[in-house]
T-cell receptor
Framework: RKEVEQDPGPFNVPEGATVAFNCTYSNSASQSFFWYRQDCRKEPKLLMSVYSSGNEDGRFTAQLNRASQYISLLIRDSKLSDSATYLCVVRSLYNQGGKLIFGQGTELSVKP | GAVVSQHPSRVICKSGTSVKIECRSLDFQATTMFWYRQFPKQSLMLMATSNEGSKATYEQGVEKDKFLINHASLTLSTLTVTSAHPEDSSFYIC????????????FGPGTRLTVT
């Protein structure tokens, strides 16, 4: 079983749509959680950290459920520029030296 | 945010040759650097973690004699792919982090390696 698993995608949505990505992680010792965005042939860029209380950054809302080891990302009013691959990432500081573990990514394509 | 550079951005080499990729932190001291590999349509897979002045720690399944990592200073780490084969063709990305494990990792722009 992969340590971080995401919806397989791709997601093809019209502009203005709301889209939700799901992610589960297997290591209960994971302590930090992130969503990264990766454009084609580019490096991943941090989109937002994810906190237990849930957090919002403009059109983006991230949620974390530690009990079920589940992370989500909601994008509202999607824009053409949101087209990218979204990577769910977890980090454990204790037994993995703080390394980031990436999910396989979910591709989003926003169409006019 | 902090800046990490990689050089070269793209390289084509012949099978059997070695290729060196440099990763530099431009405005902070990178105590730890990470090397990832990404095949098309797949996610980033960590290859190894290097701490300045120490030997790198390789992930399971990554050949340390094939992928030589040197982290001789707080601003530079190198990955050398030795005796490259076509199956080594991939996108190699480094990231750098400061002293504390909880600090953010900053990613380099990646190096696209094609082995012919």
């Amino acid at each position: 079983r992969k340590e971080v698993e995401q919806d397989p995608g791709p997601f093809n949505v019209p502009e203005g749509a709301t889209v939700a990505f799901n992610c589960t992680y297997s290591n209960s010792a994971s302590q930090s959680f992130f969503w990264y965005r990766q454009d084609c042939r580019k490096e991943p860029k941090l989109l937002m950290s994810v906190y237990s209380s849930g957090n919002e950054d403009g059109r983006f809302t991230a949620q974390l459920n530690r009990a079920s080891q589940y992370i989500s990302l909601l994008i509202r009013d999607s824009k053409l520029s949101d087209s990218a691959t979204y990577l769910c990432v977890v980090r454990s500081l204790y037994n993995q030296g703080g390394k980031l573990i990436f999910g396989q990514g979910t591709e989003l394509s926003v169409k006019p | 945010g902090a800046v990490v550079s990689q050089h070269p951005s793209r390289v084509i080499c012949k099978s059997g040759t070695s290729v060196k990729i440099e990763c530099r932190s431009l405005d902070f001291q990178a105590t730890t650097m990470f090397w990832y590999r990404q095949f098309p349509k797949q996610s980033l897979m960590l290859m190894a973690t290097s701490n300045e002045g120490s030997k790198a720690t390789y992930e399971q399944g990554v050949e340390k004699d094939k992928f030589l990592i040197n982290h001789a200073s707080l601003t530079l780490s190198t990955l050398t792919v030795t005796s490259a084969h076509p199956e080594d063709s991939s996108f190699y990305i480094c990231s750098a982090r400061g002293e504390r494990a909880a600090t953010e990792q900053y990613f380099g722009p990646g190096t696209r390696l094609t082995v012919t």
